[in-house]
């Protein structure tokens, strides 16, 4: 149905683009993101593998034709989001919105990937 079709290449799409951003402040306002992990009690060694788990995820959403590859980047990006919306609610800086949004994202892209490949 081309409604599905719509709504999981803009959902992903969406998807894509805040991960691409996370991925940009990862590498390019490393420091600020050295200070977010830390205030977060996170180790900052995890920034540069977390940075290349998206874009290698990004990847296999859109280019991997194995369904069980999809299936761990969905998985990543699921927990990703999930794990950075309780640490933002536990340390109180009221910056959840991104994950919450990325959450729903992620969500919406996985089902309608279902729906458009049945």
């Given at each position: 149905?081309?409604?599905?079709?719509?709504?999981?290449?803009?959902?992903?799409?969406?998807?894509?683009?805040?991960?691409l951003?996370?991925?940009?402040?990862?590498?390019?306002?490393?420091?600020?993101?050295?200070?977010?992990?830390?205030?977060?009690?996170?180790?900052?060694y995890?920034?540069?593998?977390?940075?290349?788990?998206?874009v290698?995820?990004?990847?296999a959403?859109?280019?991997?034709?194995n369904?069980?590859?999809k299936?761990?980047?969905?998985a990543?990006?699921?927990?990703?989001?999930?794990l950075?919306?309780?640490a933002?609610?536990m340390?109180?800086?009221?910056?959840q919105?991104?994950?919450?949004i990325?959450?729903?994202?992620?969500?919406?892209?996985?089902?309608?990937?279902?729906?458009?490949?049945?």
């Amino acid at each position: 149905m081309k409604k599905n079709k719509i709504i999981y290449y803009v959902s992903t799409g969406l998807l894509t683009l805040l991960m691409l951003f996370s991925v940009s402040m990862y590498l390019f306002n490393h420091e600020m993101i050295v200070k977010a992990f830390e205030g977060m009690g996170y180790p900052t060694y995890l920034i540069y593998p977390l940075a290349t788990a998206k874009v290698l995820g990004i990847i296999a959403l859109w280019f991997v034709k194995n369904k069980s590859i999809k299936e761990w980047a969905y998985a990543g990006f699921f927990f990703n989001t999930l794990l950075a919306f309780f640490a933002h609610i536990m340390i109180g800086d009221g910056e959840q919105m991104g994950a919450v949004i990325g959450f729903v994202l992620v969500i919406t892209s996985y089902f309608f990937s279902k729906k458009i490949n049945e």
